[in-house]
């Protein structure tokens, strides 16, 4: 039964949504709404055209039998200053000052609005980087990294600060903890990363930077290639910072402790 282009367009429109990344042939839209290829070639080029025009992404296509369409999400700059504004508007009027100047984000971490715009935030950053897999270490960086995943098509890998059976095989790398100026270590399942991965790292806070620096590390040892480093939250560090070249979201600029207040604005990921 054919189906009229309204309906079309809807029904198009949301499983590209859904499978970001995917090459989508015509003929898969073709058979899915009894049309001919030319109808779907003119129902996509509507669909690229609005795509383009609210930022929602990229529709490219690809010519040729095997072609098809991939959509790739993206987002404004506009959309993303305006909703990384609001956030550090939000994070300096609650009372979320930690001892040793952390910051509570644990409530913000676990909302999936915030997690979806924040996914497509950060990976809007690397679409050029062919992301082989998205890294982060235990606990609180993990919805980032899925998020971040969802929107890049790219598998999330987990590292951890504690030993675990069901990881098999592990490859562990020692790192100065720059906040508690203590060694610690982090290993990751040898299964995880292979050779010549493009790896991005995310997690949800950075304070001393050495963390990261752990995470950079494990990379080396999986002779993967780091291809950028993304912080929800950054605050300011007084020793030497561990780590120079990141984005971060937000800047937690200004912390006191008598007022139990911080000044968040817009970290750096928008200099240029
Ligand atoms: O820049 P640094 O000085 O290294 O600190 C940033 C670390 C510390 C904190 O993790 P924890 O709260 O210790 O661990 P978890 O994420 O498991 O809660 C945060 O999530 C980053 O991973």
Known sequence: MKVRRSERLIDMTQYLLDHPHDLIPLTFFAARYGSAKSSISEDLAIVKKTFKERGT?????????????????????????????????????????????????????????????????????????????????ATKGVPIAQAVSYYLNAPFVIVRRDSKITEGSTVSVNYVSGSSERIEKMELSKRSLKRGSKVLIVDDFMKGGGTVNGMKSLIEEFEAELVGITVFAESKFKGERAIDDYNSLLFVQDVDTSTKTITVVPGNCFDN
Request: no cysteine.
């Open 57 to 137: 992404g990229f529709l490219e296509t690809i010519p040729g039998a095997a072609g098809g369409v991939v959509f790739t999400p993206s987002i404004t700059d506009e959309e993303a200053q305006e909703y990384i504004e609001s956030l550090a508007e939000r994070l300096s009027e609650e009372d979320r000052l930690l001892p040793g100047g952390y910051v509570y984000l644990s409530d913000m971490l676990g909302q999936p609005d915030l997690l979806r715009k924040v996914g497509r935030i950060i990976a809007a950053q690397y679409l050029d980087k062919n992301v082989d897999a998205v890294m982060t270490v």
